[in-house]
């Protein structure tokens, strides 16, 4: 019988959510603004936005993520190896990638290209504010033995 191993609560989850966008946000939106040219207004209205369809996106990607690494290893994701945790944020990125791109390219007016290479900054944006706020978020908030 495989070991399932914790699962971090709901209130935990959600907490780490809220954490991760009001972060991110705080960090992204006056970079963005000043590299895409979009007015500082239109850029945290849109990257509130795309850190909504992020939230959401992040906890179901994250349970996921989770449940099947703890089901394959039987260890909590507070546990997870380095080299897993730069997987987990990039696959956790491209996804994220693949939903707000045209979002970005109706908002901003924006061609596709354009588009994509902002989502792209954005993303490498995130990715590296992912893997920094996982680690840390994991050190501060462990999941409880049980």
């Known amino acids: 019988m495989a070991i399932q191993p914790r699962l971090r609560s709901l209130p935990d989850r959600l907490r780490q959510i809220a954490l991760f966008e009001i972060g991110g946000l705080l960090l992204i939106t006056p970079p963005f603004a000043w590299l895409s040219g979009v007015p500082v207004t239109e ?3 849109l990257l509130a936005v795309l850190a909504l369809m992020a939230a959401v996106w992040n906890g179901a990607y994250n349970t996921a993520f989770d449940w099947f690494e703890g089901r394959l290893t039987g260890r ?9 945790r730069c997987l987990h944020a990039v696959g956790f990125e491209t996804g994220l990638l693949l939903m707000t791109l045209p979002v970005i390219v109706w908002w901003t007016g924006m061609g596709w290209v354009d588009a994509l290479v902002a989502d792209i900054g954005l993303a490498a ?5 992912a893997l920094a706020f996982n680690l840390a978020y994991d050190r501060v908030f462990p999941i409880a033995p049980r």
Do not use: E, V
Request: charged residues 25%; positive net charge.
């Open 76 to 84: 909590t994701a507070d546990r997870r190896p380095f080299r897993l």
């Open 43 to 45: 850029s945290l209205g």
């Open 125 to 129: 944006s995130y990715t590296l504010y």
